[in-house]
């Protein structure tokens, strides 16, 4: 069993940057591949970012490569989001996610979520 609780959200001008936050409790973290996803109103929920148990592979969405970058400090349970230029379209829930191992593009093949944190871009 894994538990995820996302921080770090808040309110942003476009062009700034945010971090974000997924601490994580429970056995064999270290075993669990982690995702970030975001939902904003009137859409459906989207990949954004992912890294693999060993921290060794990372993945990210084509409209935040290069912008994003997702890490994990496996001794302190916790892994980020490191957002940086951020555009108006960035605006959405963040939610963390963790399943066994590799990490996927896709929502369902997650088995534990967190709360999400909201992130707003104002202009």
């Known amino acids: 069993q894994v538990q995820l609780v996302e921080s770090g959200g808040g309110l942003v001008q476009a062009g700034g940057s945010l971090r974000l936050s997924c601490a994580a409790s429970?056995?064999?973290?270290?075993?669990?591949?982690m995702g970030w996803f975001r939902q904003a109103p009137g859409k459906e929920r989207e990949f954004v970012a992912g890294?693999?148990?060993?921290?060794?592979?990372?993945g990210y969405a084509d409209s935040v490569k290069g912008r994003f970058t997702i890490s994990r400090d496996n001794a302190k349970n916790t892994v980020y989001l490191q957002m940086n230029s951020l555009k108006l379209e960035d605006t959405a829930v963040y939610y963390c996610?963790?399943?066994?191992?590799?990490?996927?593009?896709?929502?369902?093949?997650?088995?534990?979520w967190g709360q999400g944190t909201q992130v707003t871009v104002s202009s």
């Open positions: 890294i693999r148990w060993s921290g060794g592979r990372t």
């Open positions: 429970g056995r064999t973290f270290s075993s669990y591949a």
């Open positions: 996610a963790a399943r066994a191992y590799d990490y996927s593009t896709i929502g369902e093949e997650y088995d534990y």
